[in-house]
């Protein structure tokens, strides 16, 4: 579940990177505070934590493929 967080924060800070809208800031802010709110309980439970400190890395395969699909749907935008 963090990892799909951060997922969706990296989908908008690249997004935020590319249009500068303020809006994509705002919400990579909020999916921002969705993962931090998610590390304390895989802390309390010992369970892993699959977050990779890169922006597009990813453990899971098919999130790195929707985040790659993603960010190339918004690019497309232009």
């Known amino acids: ?3 799909e967080e951060k997922m969706a ?3 908008y800070l690249t997004q935020y990177e590319s249009w500068n809208d303020s809006v994509f800031d705002n ?3 909020s999916e921002q505070e969705h ?7 895989l802390d309390t ?3 892993p934590d699959p ?4 922006i597009g890395a990813f453990a899971n395969s098919e999130l790195e493929e929707l985040y790659n699909k993603l960010v ?7």
């Open 35 to 41: 993962m931090d709110a998610i590390k304390p309980l």
């Open 51 to 54: 977050v990779i400190d890169e």
């Open 72 to 78: 190339e749907d918004g690019e497309a935008s232009a």
């Open 9 to 11: 924060r990296d989908v």
């Open 1 to 3: 579940m963090r990892e």
């Open 45 to 47: 439970y010992n369970l």
């Open 27 to 29: 919400i990579a802010t």
